[in-house]
């Protein structure tokens, strides 16, 4: 296993476009967190699933956010319309059942609204 | 949640030891200490973490108070690599907040030859 994986590493899109961000965790983690960073700023949470449950969303996360984890495996992340606000680093992470050991993050997918 | 207080950034030479303070006066129950770092344009990288107990690893070491209200990370030999920010989080243990780690603004930490 390498690790959280995210696709793109990259996105540039139009604003109004949608765009849809994949993570892949670890395989025996069982939960899956999505955070967003802008430049300067710590990452903050956006939503989180325990298996393919989502448990948790931020008010950060308003209606043109969706984030799925179908299987309880893979997760996609979509933002509808986009705005040029939505420019941002998008981590994913995972973590064991316990939650207690540390996340494991991916490196991230850089969206760029223009 | 409880919050955290970080220096905004520090400095150290490089070969000695770097110690990253981080106050969390609002600590409560079995709310677990965690430091992460972030090199640029990388996702953060987990460092360790501890409850009330000092803990270490081959990358670092945790100094808790025995209050809990602070901590300290130790990085014992510093290198040009470890130049990064470092982000001192307590978790959350309510609820379906389970583990869900909230960043603040972090440290810079900068290593100087």
Redesign the interface.
Known sequence: DTG?SQDPRHKITKRGQNVTFRCDPISEHN?L?W?RQTLG?????LT?FQNEAQ??KSRLLSDRFSAERPKGSFSTLEIQRTEQGDSAMY?C?S?PP???????????TRLTVV | DAKTTQPPSMDCAEGRAANLPCNHSTISGNE?V?WYRQIHS?????II?GLKNNETNEMASLIITEDRKSSTLILPHATLRDTA?Y?CIV?SDRG???????????TILTVHP
Do not use: N
């Open positions: 959280v939960r967190y955070y700023q710590g990452p903050e949470f989180y448990l948790e981590l992470a973590s316990t939650g207690r050991d540390g996340y494991t993050f991916g490196s991230g | 677990y965690y990388q996702g953060p990288q987990y973490h920010v982000y978790s379906t907040s389970y583990g869900k780690l909230t960043f603040g603004q972090g």
